[in-house]
């Protein structure tokens, strides 16, 4: 897959096949839009090609923080797995938030990216304050000589799919399930191994503190987590994730640390990939840190069975 991030980067063609979007999550609504643009790009004979933005849009327009359910390489790898041919990175700006929806259509899909046809969702907005919409964009087809396919929202047990409701069922809920459920895929967060304070190991559950990739990556609800751990050498095991201030302990910093059961080793400064299952349970402070360490082992006990049913 050819990662075009940047202007600099990119190399226009005109045979491609588009869909425009921010894409974060790549959920299983997403997935429909993808589907139908990798059908559409073979039977017509050029690169399927995905359009994102970063940062968010939201972020710039709005001076907003939108925690991202996919950082930009995260999205990459996904894509690539599902076979997609062109990733196009732009990056988003005040001063392109400003462009009038058809200087976008004609200098950005047009002139720089190159099409031959574009697939949308139902409700894609585009250019200065949304104010582009399905219609606007097949009267530009007309006009520069491409066609439009536009595909309906999607649904899963009735809820539409969004990277809003995602978020929302993360930060508000802590429905790891539920998220997946929409997703299509377990929720990830990927970091490295920093040193922590080494309370874990104090008390019998050695715990890796991970530093995020990205700091806008979203981190789910405060509480604990039946996961999945993959470490460097390709091997997942199970593991119990902690997100929260470690209230028993009175510290206030917001930290992910995960013991990754049965393993032996020092993974302080590698690189780990965490999946989550299942939400056990609220943070919560604890009188001692013996009362601490007899909550983990419970908390232990019902992570294992949840990894071996899901995992």
């Given amino acids: 897959m050819n990662r075009e991030f940047g202007w600099d980067n990119i190399a226009r063609d005109d045979r491609s096949v588009v869909t425009v979007g921010t894409f974060d999550g790549v959920h299983r609504g997403h997935k429909v839009i993808v589907d139908h643009l990798l059908e559409r790009a073979h039977q017509r004979g050029g690169p399927s090609t995905l359009v994102s933005f970063d940062p968010h849009p939201r ?32 990056p988003f700006s005040t001063e392109f938030a400003k462009k009038a929806p058809e200087a976008y ?21 585009f250019g200065r304050k949304r104010a582009g919409d399905v219609d606007l964009l097949r009267e530009c087809g007309d006009r520069f000589g491409f066609t439009v396919d536009v595909i309906s929202s999607q649904k899963v047990d009735q809820d539409v799919v969004s990277s809003r409701r995602i978020r929302s069922v ?16 377990p929720y990830e967060l990927h970091g490295t191994v920093a040193r922590g304070e080494g309370r874990g190991r104090e008390i019998g559950f050695p715990t890796a503190n991970i530093a995020l990739d990205d700091p806008r990556k979203l981190v789910p609800k405060r509480g604990v987590y039946a996961t999945l751990v993959t470490t460097p050498d390709g091997t997942t095991r199970g593991g119990m994730m902690n997100i929260g201030r470690r209230p028993t302990f009175d510290e206030m910093e917001v930290t992910a640390e995960v013991h990754v059961f049965d393993f032996e080793g020092d993974l302080y400064g590698e690189r780990l990939s965490v999946q989550f299952l299942q939400r056990l349970r609220d943070e919560q402070k604890f009188d001692s840190a013996d009362a601490l360490a007899m909550q983990l082992s419970e908390d232990e006990r019902h992570c294992r069975a949840i990894v071996e049913e899901l995992g």
Wanted: hydrophobic content about 45%; charged content about 35%.
């Fill in 59 to 90: 972020s710039v327009v709005r001076e907003q923080e939108v925690p991202l359910l996919t950082t930009v390489e995260e999205r990459a790898a996904i894509l690539e797995d599902m076979g997609l041919d062109r990733f196009v990175v732009i």
């Fill in 105 to 125: 259509v004609e200098d950005v899909l047009v002139e720089r990216i190159g099409l031959q046809e574009i697939t949308v969702g139902y409700d894609h907005q």
């Fill in 170 to 185: 993360l930060t508000e809920e802590g429905d790891v399930e539920r998220a997946a459920d929409l997703l299509g895929r």
